[in-house]
């Protein structure tokens, strides 16, 4: 079957660096996707990896390897407005995208 | 630039009635979705359509009926809602198979008593 595994909850220290992991099985894959959700509002898009390695954008950046279907979400300089969930997304071999359950990120003063 | 937009965005039901949730966008996007999203869980899809006139089942498809007369517009019908249908529905849209980025409407809140 395909699944999206990524951690329930993380805290972490405003300022600080956090890494928010997340592994999946699909049939086939066309690249991963991470999306931020603050509580009651849409997910918005964050990243897209479809290649192996680092992608950063501002604060944010992004990992993935194919061969360990991994990737990880890194934050730094963290601040109160990143306290969200954030949503690991694989696309599949139809180009459907399959959901992890989301990271609650709390961010502490 | 309005995107996706939802109606409406709550609503509270007696178990049995029916309702359509609206989901509209402006940008020509072929690829439309509804989700459902409860607590503690992923995204699930409900049905999909890749393009006007098409329907597709998702993974959540059973209580659900939808329709895409108009290429820009998707509905989501619930026939007889039950409590189990309580949830907040997101409807997304992307432009094509292979350009993956989704775009969300702001959401329905719906609760059956």
């Known amino acids: 079957g395909q699944n999206i595994d990524q951690p329930t909850e993380m805290t972490a220290t405003e300022g600080a660096i956090v890494q928010i992991n997340c592994t999946y099985q699909?049939?086939?894959?066309?690249?991963l996707f991470w999306y931020q959700q603050h509580a009651g509002e849409a997910p918005t898009f964050l990243s897209y990896?479809?290649l192996d390695g680092l992608e950063e954008k501002g604060r944010f950046s992004s990992f993935l390897s194919r061969s360990k279907g991994y990737s990880y979400l890194l934050l730094k300089e963290l601040q109160m407005k990143d306290s969200a969930s954030y949503l690991c997304?694989?696309?599949?071999?139809?180009?459907?995208?399959?959901w992890g359950a989301g990271t609650k990120l709390i961010i502490k003063p | 630039n309005a995107g996706v937009t939802q109606t409406p965005k709550f609503r509270v039901l007696k178990t049995g009635q029916s309702m359509t949730l609206l989901c509209a966008q402006d940008?020509?996007?072929?690829?439309m979705y509804w989700y459902r999203q409860d607590p503690g869980m992923g995204l699930r899809l409900i049905h999909y359509?890749?393009?006007?006139?098409?329907?597709a089942k998702g993974e959540v498809p059973d209580g659900y009926n939808v329709s895409r007369l108009k290429k820009q517009n998707f509905l989501l019908g619930l026939e007889s809602a039950a409590p189990s249908q309580t949830s907040v529905y997101f409807c997304?849209?992307?432009?094509?198979?292979?350009?993956?980025?989704?775009?969300f409407g702001e959401g329905s809140r719906l609760t059956v008593l």
């Open positions: 997304a694989a696309l599949d071999s139809n180009y459907q995208l399959i």
């Open positions: 997304a849209s992307r432009k094509g198979q292979e350009i993956g980025e989704l775009f």
């Open positions: 699909t049939s086939g894959f066309n690249g």
């Open positions: 990896n479809v």
């Open positions: 359509s890749v393009g006007e006139g098409t329907t």
């Open positions: 940008m020509n996007h072929e690829y």
